[in-house]
């Protein structure tokens, strides 16, 4: 129905029997489309619609995706970013000095003098090694000894002096001793002055020992603590050996120890204690052959071996 507007009732029809009203009517039915296709107009809507929802659905997607990814980011670095100012604030890790060692050794047939750095005086018999620190700490003196030495130890209450031997420790303030400690299987102690306690290391056995005791060691245990005159132990400070009833074999083994020789017996060594002073000549040859004379056995050598008979 085509309706048109007046002052009165603001929409009134037009009448089909007025000329006027019939023209008007033809003429707006002229500018109206011939064929208007509802259906399509709504399908096209719909698609249109549609297409229009899936664009904001992507776009919202989207922008979810974009916070997810700034979510994993946030915890990735913000992490990492802890982890530096952690590192940051640590304490800086300063590697413990390992304090400088001198190590001395005295070739065969050879007597070396050394000064530690507390004014205590080493003599290092012929095949010794003695290893002490560049400087002592603050509360003990330690040394490492093989071999033979006579020490002349400077006073210290304060801070003991420790000598560390084959299984076996002596320690002492201020004194004169020897010690002899080439192998594991027999070492001495003699005590010139002063005192000293000598520690066992397989059991912690401690000896305190007064001038002019004699301790001996076998395999790391205490053998025996007898008297005697502490000096005699030292008399190879003026390349001596001093004899004073000792037996073969404590005085072969002695020098076997002095100039790098090895000991083969015929027969179980014999008895015999032997008395005088044997001079320590930088070749053994004339040592043995004094002692061949003095104890009545055949003693010869060969490519550093020392071969007893009788």
Same mark, same amino acid.
Request: with cysteine; net charge positive.
């Given at each position: 129905?085509?309706?048109?507007?007046?002052?009165?009732?603001?929409?009134?029809?037009?009448?089909?029997?007025?000329?006027?009203?019939?023209?008007?009517?033809?003429?707006?039915?002229?500018?109206?489309?011939?064929?208007?296709?509802?259906?399509?107009?709504?399908?096209?809507?719909?698609?249109?619609?549609?297409?229009?929802?899936?664009?904001?659905?992507?776009?919202?997607?989207?922008?979810?995706?974009?916070?997810?990814?700034?979510?994993?980011?946030?915890?990735?670095?913000?992490?990492?970013?802890?982890?530096?100012?952690?590192?940051?604030?640590?304490?800086?890790?300063?590697?413990?000095? !390992?304090?400088?060692?001198?190590? %001395? $050794?005295?070739?065969?047939? +050879?007597? /070396?003098?050394? *000064?530690? #750095?507390?004014?205590?005086?080493?003599?290092?018999?012929?095949?010794?090694?003695?290893?002490?620190?560049?400087?002592?700490?603050?509360?003990?003196?330690?040394?490492?000894?093989?071999?033979?030495?006579?020490?002349?130890?400077?006073?210290?209450?304060?801070?003991?002096?420790?000598?560390?031997?084959?299984?076996?420790?002596?320690?002492?303030?201020?004194?004169?001793?020897?010690?002899?400690?080439?192998?594991?299987?027999?070492?001495?102690?003699?005590? !010139?002055?002063?005192?000293?306690? %000598? $520690?066992?290391?397989?059991? +912690?056995? /401690?000896?305190? *020992?007064? #001038?002019?005791?004699?301790?001996?060691?076998?395999?790391?245990?205490?053998?025996?603590?007898?008297?005697?005159?502490?000096?005699?132990?030292?008399?190879?400070?003026?390349?001596?050996?001093?004899?004073?009833?000792?037996?073969?074999?404590?005085?072969?083994?002695?020098?076997?120890?002095?100039?790098?020789?090895?000991?083969?017996?015929?027969?179980?060594?014999?008895?015999?204690?032997?008395?005088?002073?044997?001079?320590?000549?930088?070749?053994?040859?004339?040592?043995?052959?004094?002692?061949?004379?003095?104890?009545?056995?055949?003693?010869?050598?060969?490519?550093?071996?020392?071969?007893?008979?009788?």
């Amino acid at each position: 129905m085509i309706i048109e507007m007046n002052n009165e009732n603001f929409f009134t029809p037009l009448s089909d029997t007025n000329e006027e009203d019939i023209k008007l009517k033809n003429y707006l039915l002229k500018c109206l489309p011939k064929d208007v296709d509802t259906d399509q107009i709504k399908l096209s809507t719909f698609h249109k619609i549609k297409k229009e929802r899936q664009v904001s659905r992507m776009h919202k997607a989207f922008i979810a995706l974009l916070a997810v990814a700034a979510s994993v980011c946030f915890f990735i670095f913000l992490p990492r970013e802890q982890t530096v100012a952690t590192d940051a604030v640590k304490p800086k890790v300063v590697a413990k000095q !390992v304090p400088a060692y001198h190590v %001395v $050794t005295v070739p065969t047939a +050879q007597i /070396k003098k050394v *000064m530690l #750095p507390d004014g205590t005086q080493v003599m290092l018999n012929s095949r010794s090694q003695l290893r002490y620190p560049e400087k002592f700490d603050s509360r003990t003196r330690e040394v490492y000894l093989q071999g033979e030495a006579y020490l002349e130890v400077a006073h210290n209450k304060e801070k003991p002096f420790i000598v560390h031997a084959n299984n076996f420790n002596i320690q002492v303030l201020g004194t004169k001793f020897n010690v002899n400690s080439y192998n594991r299987e027999s070492a001495f102690v003699a005590l !010139v002055d002063g005192s000293v306690q %000598v $520690t066992t290391a397989k059991n +912690q056995n /401690k000896v305190m *020992m007064k #001038p002019n005791n004699l301790l001996r060691l076998r395999d790391g245990n205490i053998d025996e603590l007898v008297h005697t005159q502490a000096t005699d132990y030292i008399s190879w400070l003026d390349k001596k050996l001093k004899l004073n009833g000792d037996k073969i074999d404590r005085i072969m083994t002695n020098l076997a120890n002095y100039y790098d020789l090895e000991i083969v017996y015929k027969k179980p060594a014999p008895q015999i204690g032997l008395y005088g002073k044997l001079e320590l000549k930088a070749e053994p040859h004339k040592v043995l052959e004094a002692i061949s004379q003095l104890s009545g056995l055949s003693i010869t050598m060969e490519n550093k071996k020392i071969y007893i008979t009788y």
